[in-house]
């Protein structure tokens, strides 16, 4: 109950392209959703996060759709660039705790 | 910005032996946080701090493992006796309530 699972664990887009990743938890006590943002050799970095009162979020290039009823997320990369390739890690905490639990991850890889 | 910074960049070290990774938190964070991640592998959480106690710890935070904050800027993960199995990044973390910002981490390789 305590997993997210992320998917795909791969994705190529060419420039432009929208990739779109998804995550899809059990625990309904969860109640703040990070998206985090990996480079090789670097921690990660907070991109984007979302709380399930809200269906949507935007922050420049960044999309989470939220759908409370199906326990599911996903994060849009809207025209992406060649400096997107990363890897990303969805994630999701409850208020009493804050210990992230987070997705497996997916490497992402923008072709120019 | 405001950065989580960590301690050493690299440690290799031999099975058996301590060591303590270091990393400074943001200054007006409260909560302080370690994580690992073995190559390749998720992110994984092993222990939460908030006002000088543990506030939360994984089943991978055993009593090998220890935390202190020593004064006001300081957060410390000791491992007491390290496995081959220890060998893996650790970011240490810190935030004021749910957005949480991670160092560069530590890595460590036990041989």
């Known amino acids: 109950q305590q997993q997210v699972k992320q998917s795909p664990q791969s994705l190529i887009v060419q420039k432009g392209g929208i990739p779109i990743i998804n995550c899809a938890y059990e625990n309904t006590a969860f109640d703040y959703f990070p998206w985090y943002q990996q480079f090789p050799g670097k921690g990660p970095a907070l991109l984007i996060a979302i709380r399930p009162d809200v269906s949507e979020k935007k922050e420049g290039r960044f999309t989470i759709s939220f759908n409370k009823s199906a326990k599911q997320f996903s994060l849009h990369i809207m025209d992406s660039q060649p400096g997107d390739s990363a890897t990303y890690f969805c994630?999701?905490?409850?208020?009493?705790?804050?210990?992230?639990?987070f997705g497996s991850g997916t490497r992402l890889l923008v072709r120019p | 910005e405001p950065e989580v910074t960590q301690t050493p960049s690299h440690q290799v070290t031999q099975m058996g032996q301590e060591v303590i990774l270091r990393c400074v938190p943001i200054s007006n964070h409260l909560y302080f946080y370690w994580y690992r991640q073995i190559l390749g592998q998720k992110v994984e959480f092993l222990v939460s701090?908030?006002?000088?106690?543990?506030?939360?710890k994984s089943e991978i935070f055993d009593d090998q493992f220890s935390v202190e904050r020593p004064d006001g800027s300081n957060f410390t993960l000791k491992i007491r006796s390290t496995k081959l199995e220890d060998s893996a990044m650790y970011f240490c973390a810190s935030s004021v309530g749910t957005h949480q910002y991670f160092g560069p981490g530590t890595r460590l390789l036990v041989l």
């Open positions: 701090f908030y006002n000088n106690e543990i506030s939360e």
């Open positions: 994630a999701a905490t409850k208020d009493s705790s804050y210990k992230l639990i």
